[in-house]
């Protein structure tokens, strides 16, 4: 796959195509209007950069029946020998089977890269936030006499290998003259490690059904970008007899992250967004014609928050958990009598009553062992109460983390104006230049800002549209969040050229990113042209 | 979802699909049907039937074709679910242990013509425990796959793969043979992916033929899966054998003598001059030597019956202004409309000659003009049938009968079948499927189901097609909504409620809720506060378009159908409804002819 990275200049990969006669071109043949974009071999399109590379200028061939040789101690997970596979079927998509011949030691040697050695050193496939993601990546000229290139990949742990693969993905790129997978810049030297452990992208399964499968090439496509904690709020109503989830495609959606790395959390969002549980329990409103926040006076309530929270913990192992806590109109709650009443008798005012909620909520959270999640209203409601182990969720807008990191929260930057993907009128740049810790100047209080989060609320957004919503502007938060500062001014005056190639790469490999300079997102290419300029 | 099993959630459904109820009454007496297309003849009865754990193909005819095609068939409706049902607690007698089919003929060439017709029956009146599949051709039966999988749901609550309204008995063929879906793989790449894609979606609209074209266009530089088939042959044919096996007949075009500017690029010799680059100089005897070359490699590739030579659009301004050219059409005693006639007569002649039939556009005929002169004819005309008038609704799509006032039984049979077509100014890889569906699906069924059977009114078809739309996004098809413009946002959940409660007697799009936030009152739903930044946006950009449009701005959205206009038309072409008048010579109808001197 990759077929126009190896191109020194796009429009001779399309002339293949377009024209007859090829051996007679010149390579700048009538695009000189269209030349907006050219493919610069000395760029690094890797998206997002890695922390530390350095390349040199040698090209080199792949061989099409890439064998995998596992070292250490975590060679034994078939995530891994999956994940490799399912790398390799990318990289090579676009050329015709392996060359028949005989000896195979013949057509080892036509090609210059016929392994790919990983060494994973942890056994354990456990993914906690803040896994470790780190990986180095060398390709390098073999020792001794061999002409044969070696192809290195080294991670802590098989997360980590995964990031190598998709770093290694990008490297290859199909070169139509000589129809085979090459590399290009050889030898390479990368280490890699994330910036921060916390890059997510939230997914509103609640406004419109997901089919799962959807759900699925979200996650694949986020682990293109080097995303990982997903956070699809797979919570509220249902639409249809056929638009709801089983537990079992729950338990498979979040197995299925797992293969690529990805944390699935779920939200219950509580007192406010959760109307539709009334239907089923209609106790739970306040009132038949006052339907939200949750009733507060009751014990009902609790219990079965309590209730369903045990009975999905066992599902989402991942250790962080949202309760939500946003938006909440306590009208409902003074005008129905008998909350009132309740109310006057704890001497409460709806707002302690809402404090109480929430904090009542972190409680059986944290005694199913989660770390509760917060929106940032009950922060910056009630900040002192909070239990110290919540998370901070921003979003109303920037300065929130710094507040919350200076009291000793941890935090998620996902600030509306720039990280609301549903906001189609915020451009790449805005969302590439968010900086979550903008506003923390203290290192120790800026590792409390454990990353930040994409958010894809679901109001205008289905199977129909919702990957041209995502990407790519979603990618520019990735680059954000998997890049240090140090590693980006390398790539600074690069960036668009690099998300381009970036959006052409996800569109070859099936998914539906949109082009990146539009004023809105998800609009259509404005006319024809190339995929790299538009 | 996890609790809601057996907790709230079913109340919650329960509710809901009450409201979908609503979307279907008034349709007509198939409305319990929801296989799309409508099949010629249906009859149903009511009772349920499960598939067995081991649902399996048995069949006399043993073809890889029709094994894949199970397959992919069994994909489609488990999908990504778990189906883990206590298989020994159900009634024997509900249970499907596997689908038998039946082909008569051995032959899998895949040719225009090719009999589509199947007979399915769930369960098998001989053996109760089978669905029962009969087809001619290995084709039909793939068409009859495609409508068991319509009968096929997964039930959350049994997990487990449930036909309703059993026993069914289905026969059925298309209306017509030719059901076409045009991509334009010229003024976007389209990846294989994308393109694959495309074609797995329109095998369960059973549309069959896929027009690729191999478009050589002067205003762009990057494009084509149609390729030179020396440079890289295996593209094309992979394509093809992708297609083949989906029951897909892949054409290619080449548009001779205009729209190939490009080819000139590679020889020169072919422009008539350098600043006046098309159409192909028709002097020049080197021209039909690329033309012959090219159709020659076509013919290993694209073993299917037509080639489409274009002919579209063709200004043959340059070959009188070229004094070579000139000089050379007063020796011949040409004029230019004759000289046209004679590139594209000769063009012919050369595709024939590789034992193609030829596919032509036609600018200015209609559908009945060209009967009445005794040729055939596909119909796409472009006020109805072209994909990239985002303004053109699929009740639209839906009306457009191929055979308006062509009344001879004769003539009408002249008239081979339809195209849509998807032209590619604004449909890139991340567009082009939510563009294409459901409004294809549209005109699918039009082309396929006998036309009594057709609802009169596509009010009538609307929950059937909305359903088949939910089913393409179940598939991981983007099939975009069927409110609004082609490829319009979903709907916000309230503003679909509030729509579904006021569905009454509305025919036309749904309307635009996005502006009336209101509609619910509760204020439910509204997370975070985003909606306010959102709605201004819509409308903003609507006038945005309008406004360029209306200042006659570079026409960027002013979705044209093909390139090549003089400026001054683009400008008139409506995008959104406004009052100009359509452009008199851009109707479309391409036609079909064996030999155009034969009339």
């Given at each position: 796959?990759?077929?126009?990275?190896?191109k020194?200049h796009f429009g001779?990969?399309?002339?293949?195509?377009?024209v007859?006669?090829?051996?007679?071109?010149?390579?700048?043949h009538?695009?000189?209007v269209?030349?907006?974009?050219?493919l610069?071999r000395s760029?690094?399109?890797i998206?997002?950069?890695?922390?530390e590379?350095t390349?040199?200028?040698?090209?080199?061939?792949v061989?099409?029946?890439?064998s995998?040789?596992i070292?250490g101690?975590?060679?034994n997970f078939?995530?891994?020998?999956?994940?490799?596979?399912?790398?390799?079927?990318?990289?090579?998509s676009?050329?015709?089977?392996?060359?028949?011949?005989?000896?195979s030691?013949?057509?080892?040697s036509?090609?210059?890269?016929?392994?790919?050695?990983i060494?994973?050193?942890?056994d354990?496939?456990e993914?906690?936030?803040?896994?470790?993601?780190?990986?180095?990546?060398?390709i390098?000229k073999?020792?001794?006499?061999?002409i044969a290139?070696e192809t290195?990949i080294?991670?802590?742990t098989?997360y980590?290998?995964l990031?190598?693969?998709?770093?290694?993905?990008?490297l290859?790129a199909f070169?139509?003259?000589s129809k085979?997978v090459q590399?290009f810049?050889?030898p390479w030297y990368i280490?890699d490690?994330?910036?921060?452990?916390?890059r997510?992208?939230?997914?509103d399964?609640?406004?419109h059904h997901f089919?799962?499968?959807?759900?699925?090439?979200?996650?694949?496509?986020?682990?293109?970008a080097?995303?990982?904690p997903s956070y699809?709020k797979?919570?509220?109503?249902a639409?249809s007899?056929?638009?709801?989830?089983?537990?079992e495609d729950?338990?498979?959606?979040?197995?299925?992250a797992k293969t690529?790395?990805?944390?699935?959390?779920?939200?219950?969002?509580?007192p406010g967004h959760?109307?539709?549980?009334?239907?089923g329990?209609?106790?739970?409103?306040?009132?038949?014609?006052?339907?939200?926040p949750?009733d507060v006076?009751?014990?009902?309530?609790f219990?079965?928050i309590s209730?369903?929270l045990?009975?999905?913990?066992?599902?989402f192992p991942?250790?962080l958990?949202h309760?939500?806590?946003d938006?909440?109109?306590?009208?409902?709650?003074?005008k129905?009598?008998?909350?009132?009443q309740w109310?006057?008798?704890k001497?409460?005012?709806?707002?302690d009553?809402?404090?109480?909620?929430?904090?009542?909520a972190?409680?059986?959270?944290?005694?199913?062992?989660?770390?509760?999640?917060n929106?940032e209203?009950t922060f910056?409601?009630?900040?002192?109460?909070?239990?110290?182990r919540?998370?901070?969720?921003n979003?109303?807008?920037?300065?929130v983390c710094p507040?919350a990191?200076?009291?000793g929260?941890?935090?998620?930057f996902?600030?509306?104006?720039?990280?609301y993907l549903?906001h189609?009128?915020?451009?790449?740049?805005?969302v590439y230049?968010?900086?979550?810790l903008?506003g923390?100047s203290?290192?120790?209080?800026?590792e409390?800002?454990i990353?930040?989060e994409v958010c894809?609320?679901g109001?205008?957004?289905?199977?129909?549209?919702?990957q041209q919503?995502?990407?790519?502007?979603?990618a520019?938060?990735?680059?954000?969040l998997?890049?240090?500062?140090?590693?980006l001014s390398a790539?600074?005056?690069?960036?668009l050229h690099?998300?381009?190639?970036f959006?052409?790469l996800?569109?070859?490999?099936g998914?539906?990113a949109?082009?990146?300079?539009?004023?809105?997102?998800r609009?259509d290419?404005g006319?024809?042209?190339?995929?790299?300029?538009? | 979802?996890v609790?809601s099993?057996?907790?709230f959630y079913?109340?919650a459904a329960?509710?809901?699909?009450?409201?979908?109820?609503l979307a279907?009454?008034?349709?007509?007496?198939n409305?319990?049907?929801k296989v799309w297309?409508?099949?010629?003849?249906?009859?149903?009865?009511n009772?349920?039937?499960?598939?067995?754990?081991?649902?399996g193909?048995?069949s006399?005819h043993?073809?890889q074709?029709?094994?894949?095609?199970?397959?992919?068939?069994l994909?489609v409706?488990k999908l990504?679910?778990?189906i883990?049902?206590?298989?020994?607690?159900?009634?024997?007698?509900?249970?499907l242990?596997g689908?038998h089919i039946?082909?008569?003929s051995?032959?899998e060439e895949?040719?225009?013509?090719?009999?589509?017709?199947?007979?399915?029956?769930?369960?098998?009146?001989e053996?109760?425990?089978?669905?029962?599949?009969?087809?001619k051709?290995?084709?039909?039966a793939?068409?009859g796959?495609?409508?068991?999988s319509?009968?096929c749901?997964?039930s959350?609550?049994?997990?487990?793969?449930?036909?309703?309204?059993s026993?069914?008995t289905?026969?059925?063929?298309?209306?017509?043979?030719?059901?076409g879906?045009?991509?334009?793989?010229?003024r976007h790449?389209?990846p294989?992916?994308?393109?694959k894609?495309?074609?797995?979606?329109?095998?369960y609209?059973?549309l069959?033929?896929?027009?690729?074209?191999?478009?050589?266009?002067?205003?762009?530089?990057?494009?084509?899966?149609?390729?030179?088939?020396q440079?890289?042959?295996?593209?094309?044919m992979?394509?093809?054998f992708?297609?083949?096996k989906?029951g897909?007949?892949?054409?290619?075009e080449?548009?001779?003598?205009?729209?190939a500017?490009?080819?000139g690029?590679?020889?020169?010799?072919?422009?008539p001059?350098?600043?006046c680059q098309q159409?192909?100089?028709?002097?020049n005897?080197f021209?039909?030597k690329?033309i012959?070359?090219?159709?020659?490699?076509?013919s290993?590739i694209?073993?299917?019956?037509f080639?489409h030579l274009?002919?579209?659009?063709?200004?043959?301004t340059?070959?009188?202004?070229?004094?070579?050219?000139?000089?050379?059409?007063?020796?011949?005693r040409?004029?230019?409309s004759?000289?046209?006639?004679?590139?594209?007569l000769r063009?012919?002649?050369?595709?024939?000659?590789?034992?193609y039939e030829?596919v032509?556009?036609?600018?200015?005929?209609?559908?009945?003009?060209?009967?009445e002169?005794?040729?055939?004819?596909?119909v796409?005309?472009?006020?109805?049938?072209y994909?990239?008038?985002?303004?053109?609704?699929?009740q639209?799509f839906?009306?457009n009968?191929?055979?308006?006032?062509?009344t001879?039984?004769?003539?009408?049979?002249?008239?081979?079948g339809g195209?849509?077509c998807?032209?590619?100014?604004?449909?890139?890889g991340s567009d082009?499927?939510q563009?294409?569906w459901?409004?294809?699906?549209?005109?699918?069924?039009?082309?396929w189901t006998?036309f009594?059977?057709?609802?009169?009114?596509?009010?009538e078809?609307?929950?059937?097609?909305?359903t088949f739309r939910?089913?393409?996004?179940?598939r991981?098809?983007a099939?975009a909504?069927?409110a609004?413009?082609?490829?319009?946002?979903?709907?916000?959940?309230v503003?679909?409620d509030?729509?579904?409660?006021?569905l009454g007697?509305?025919?036309?799009?749904?309307?635009d809720?996005?502006?009336?936030?209101n509609?619910?009152?509760?204020?439910?739903?509204?997370?975070q506060g985003?909606?306010?930044t959102l709605e201004?946006l819509?409308r903003?950009r609507?006038?945005w378009k309008?406004?360029q449009?209306?200042?006659g701005?570079?026409?960027?959205?002013?979705?044209?159908h093909?390139s090549g206009l003089p400026?001054a038309?683009?400008?008139?072409?409506?995008y959104?409804?406004?009052?100009?008048a359509?452009?008199?010579?851009?109707?479309h109808h391409?036609?079909?002819?064996t030999?155009p001197r034969?009339?």
């Amino acid at each position: 796959m990759l077929h126009l990275c190896e191109k020194p200049h796009f429009g001779c990969s399309c002339l293949m195509f377009l024209v007859w006669g090829f051996q007679l071109l010149g390579l700048n043949h009538g695009f000189g209007v269209n030349s907006g974009f050219h493919l610069n071999r000395s760029l690094t399109y890797i998206w997002p950069l890695p922390y530390e590379l350095t390349s040199g200028n040698e090209t080199l061939t792949v061989n099409p029946a890439l064998s995998l040789s596992i070292i250490g101690r975590g060679g034994n997970f078939k995530i891994l020998r999956e994940g490799f596979r399912r790398y390799k079927k990318i990289i090579f998509s676009f050329t015709y089977g392996v060359p028949v011949s005989k000896n195979s030691r013949r057509i080892r040697s036509i090609f210059d890269i016929s392994e790919l050695r990983i060494i994973v050193n942890s056994d354990s496939d456990e993914l906690k936030l803040g896994v470790d993601e780190s990986y180095t990546l060398f390709i390098q000229k073999g020792e001794g006499k061999s002409i044969a290139w070696e192809t290195t990949i080294e991670a802590s742990t098989i997360y980590g290998a995964l990031r190598a693969l998709e770093t290694f993905s990008q490297l290859c790129a199909f070169d139509y003259t000589s129809k085979s997978v090459q590399i290009f810049r050889a030898p390479w030297y990368i280490k890699d490690k994330p910036r921060f452990a916390y890059r997510g992208l939230l997914l509103d399964t609640s406004r419109h059904h997901f089919p799962v499968d959807v759900i699925k090439s979200i996650m694949e496509s986020m682990s293109y970008a080097k995303l990982v904690p997903s956070y699809p709020k797979l919570w509220n109503g249902a639409y249809s007899k056929w638009e709801r989830y089983t537990v079992e495609d729950v338990r498979q959606i979040v197995r299925f992250a797992k293969t690529r790395g990805i944390h699935v959390m779920a939200e219950v969002d509580v007192p406010g967004h959760a109307e539709s549980w009334g239907a089923g329990y209609p106790d739970l409103w306040p009132h038949t014609s006052c339907r939200e926040p949750l009733d507060v006076t009751k014990n009902f309530t609790f219990e079965l928050i309590s209730g369903i929270l045990s009975e999905i913990r066992n599902i989402f192992p991942f250790e962080l958990f949202h309760l939500g806590g946003d938006e909440v109109n306590t009208d409902c709650w003074n005008k129905t009598p008998h909350v009132k009443q309740w109310l006057d008798d704890k001497k409460m005012e709806p707002k302690d009553a809402y404090k109480y909620f929430v904090l009542k909520a972190q409680e059986i959270a944290i005694s199913k062992s989660w770390t509760p999640v917060n929106w940032e209203e009950t922060f910056n409601a009630f900040a002192k109460s909070l239990n110290p182990r919540t998370v901070v969720h921003n979003w109303l807008g920037p300065g929130v983390c710094p507040k919350a990191v200076a009291k000793g929260f941890k935090c998620i930057f996902s600030n509306q104006r720039v990280w609301y993907l549903d906001h189609l009128d915020v451009s790449w740049e805005e969302v590439y230049h968010a900086e979550p810790l903008e506003g923390i100047s203290n290192e120790s209080k800026k590792e409390l800002v454990i990353g930040g989060e994409v958010c894809m609320w679901g109001e205008t957004v289905d199977t129909s549209n919702v990957q041209q919503t995502i990407w790519p502007r979603a990618a520019a938060a990735a680059e954000r969040l998997w890049s240090t500062e140090k590693a980006l001014s390398a790539g600074n005056d690069t960036i668009l050229h690099r998300l381009h190639y970036f959006r052409c790469l996800l569109n070859r490999r099936g998914v539906q990113a949109s082009p990146v300079e539009n004023y809105y997102a998800r609009q259509d290419p404005g006319g024809p042209g190339s995929c790299y300029w538009q | 979802m996890v609790v809601s099993e057996s907790l709230f959630y079913v109340v919650a459904a329960a509710a809901l699909v009450l409201g979908n109820g609503l979307a279907v009454s008034g349709a007509s007496e198939n409305s319990k049907v929801k296989v799309w297309p409508m099949p010629a003849s249906v009859s149903y009865g009511n009772a349920h039937l499960y598939l067995a754990g081991d649902f399996g193909l048995s069949s006399n005819h043993d073809s890889q074709i029709l094994k894949d095609a199970f397959d992919r068939m069994l994909a489609v409706i488990k999908l990504d679910h778990v189906i883990d049902a206590n298989f020994s607690a159900f009634d024997r007698s509900s249970l499907l242990q596997g689908l038998h089919i039946v082909v008569s003929s051995p032959n899998e060439e895949l040719q225009y013509g090719t009999d589509e017709s199947y007979k399915l029956m769930v369960p098998s009146p001989e053996k109760p425990g089978y669905a029962h599949l009969e087809a001619k051709t290995v084709y039909g039966a793939l068409h009859g796959l495609q409508t068991f999988s319509q009968l096929c749901y997964f039930s959350i609550t049994r997990r487990v793969l449930e036909v309703h309204m059993s026993p069914w008995t289905i026969i059925d063929q298309p209306r017509f043979s030719y059901r076409g879906l045009l991509i334009d793989t010229s003024r976007h790449y389209l990846p294989m992916t994308v393109i694959k894609k495309v074609i797995d979606s329109m095998s369960y609209a059973k549309l069959i033929h896929n027009l690729s074209l191999s478009r050589y266009l002067h205003t762009l530089n990057c494009g084509m899966v149609l390729i030179h088939p020396q440079s890289d042959i295996q593209r094309p044919m992979q394509l093809k054998f992708y297609a083949q096996k989906r029951g897909i007949s892949v054409l290619a075009e080449i548009d001779v003598p205009g729209h190939a500017l490009s080819w000139g690029v590679g020889y020169p010799s072919l422009w008539p001059s350098k600043n006046c680059q098309q159409p192909l100089d028709v002097s020049n005897e080197f021209t039909f030597k690329v033309i012959d070359g090219i159709l020659s490699d076509f013919s290993k590739i694209f073993n299917f019956k037509f080639v489409h030579l274009g002919g579209d659009e063709v200004n043959t301004t340059c070959w009188t202004t070229t004094p070579r050219i000139s000089k050379w059409l007063k020796r011949h005693r040409m004029n230019e409309s004759q000289a046209y006639e004679y590139f594209v007569l000769r063009a012919q002649n050369i595709a024939l000659s590789h034992g193609y039939e030829i596919v032509n556009w036609l600018g200015v005929g209609v559908a009945q003009r060209v009967v009445e002169s005794g040729l055939r004819c596909i119909v796409s005309n472009q006020d109805r049938w072209y994909l990239d008038h985002l303004d053109t609704p699929w009740q639209e799509f839906y009306i457009n009968e191929p055979l308006t006032n062509i009344t001879n039984s004769k003539q009408q049979k002249l008239v081979i079948g339809g195209e849509v077509c998807m032209w590619g100014e604004t449909a890139d890889g991340s567009d082009i499927e939510q563009t294409i569906w459901p409004r294809a699906a549209a005109a699918a069924e039009r082309l396929w189901t006998p036309f009594d059977k057709l609802a009169k009114n596509p009010r009538e078809a609307t929950g059937r097609l909305a359903t088949f739309r939910c089913l393409l996004n179940q598939r991981g098809i983007a099939a975009a909504p069927l409110a609004g413009s082609g490829r319009a946002a979903p709907l916000d959940p309230v503003a679909t409620d509030h729509f579904k409660a006021n569905l009454g007697g509305s025919d036309t799009i749904l309307p635009d809720l996005r502006h009336t936030r209101n509609v619910s009152g509760s204020g439910v739903g509204y997370g975070q506060g985003r909606t306010s930044t959102l709605e201004p946006l819509f409308r903003e950009r609507e006038s945005w378009k309008l406004s360029q449009l209306l200042a006659g701005e570079e026409g960027r959205s002013t979705a044209r159908h093909r390139s090549g206009l003089p400026p001054a038309v683009e400008k008139k072409l409506p995008y959104l409804k406004i009052n100009l008048a359509p452009p008199p010579t851009r109707i479309h109808h391409p036609i079909l002819t064996t030999n155009p001197r034969i009339t």
